[in-house]
C-alpha cells in the first residue's frame, strides 16, 4: 500500500459502539467472506498518540475457521471477524462480541506490502452531512451509523477512505510472526 502508515491511537472494538459503523444483521456472509491472514503466531501492538510507540497488546496463535479468525488465547482482539475486500488493499472486518449479541461492528483493515495489517476504526461523525442525508443514515449519540445492507456500508467506507485519506488514524497492527 502507498500510504503513509500514521501512528496514533484510537481505541478499536473497546469503544464498543461509539463512534462507529454497525448493524444488527451480519453484513459480511460466510460466502463473501475472504481469506486475508492464514493460520500462524500473531502480534497485535496498539499505537500510543503520546509518543507514537507501539506497545505489544497481544499475542498467540490464530486460526482460520468456518471463514473466521479464531484463536484459542484468551483477549484476541478481532475474535470471530470475518473479511470482506474494499479495494485491492483495504478491507472491511466485521467482528461481533460474542454469537448472542446482536450488534456487528465494522473496521477498516489495510494491507500493507510487508504483511501488515493496520486497523481503522471509522467515525460516523466524520462522513459529512450531505453523504449521510444520500444515504439516508441517521448519526447516533456517539457518532455511530447502523446499516442495513452491504452496498450502504460499502459505498459509505468508499467516500469515508476517500474524505479521510492520510487523516485515518491506524489505531492497531498486526502481523504475523513465523
Known amino acids: 500500500m502507498h500510504r ?11 469503544l464498543a459502539l461509539s463512534a462507529c459503523f454497525s448493524s444488527r444483521i451480519p453484513l459480511i456472509s460466510e460466502a463473501e467472506n475472504e481469506i486475508l491472514i492464514t493460520t500462524g503466531y ?9 509518543d507514537g510507540e507501539a506497545d505489544l497488546t497481544w499475542s498467540g496463535q ?5 471463514g473466521r479468525i ?3 488465547e484468551d483477549e484476541h482482539p478481532f475474535e470471530n471477524m470475518r473479511v470482506r475486500s ?19 461492528l465494522y473496521v477498516l483493515i489495510f494491507a500493507y506490502d510487508n504483511g501488515t495489517l493496520g486497523f481503522h476504526l471509522p467515525d460516523c461523525g466524520e462522513l459529512g452531512e450531505a453523504t449521510r442525508t444520500r444515504l439516508e443514515l441517521e448519526l447516533g449519540q456517539y ?11 460499502r459505498e459509505a467506507l468508499m467516500i469515508y477512505v476517500r474524505e479521510q485519506g492520510d ?7 498486526m502481523y504475523r510472526v513465523n
Request: charged share 25%; aromatic share 14%.
Open 4 to 14: 503513509s502508515f500514521r501512528i496514533l491511537i484510537v481505541t478499536c472494538f473497546s
Open 42 to 50: 500473531y502480534k497485535v501492538f496498539e499505537f500510543d498518540e503520546s
Open 62 to 66: 490464530i486460526d482460520v475457521s468456518n
Open 70 to 72: 479464531t484463536s484459542p
Open 86 to 104: 474494499l479495494t485491492a488493499d483495504i478491507f472491511v472486518g466485521q467482528s461481533q462480541e460474542d454469537e448472542d449479541s446482536e450488534a456487528f
Open 143 to 153: 457518532n455511530t451509523c447502523e446499516f442495513e445492507d452491504w452496498d450502504t456500508l
Open 167 to 173: 487523516a485515518m488514524i491506524i489505531s492497531q497492527a
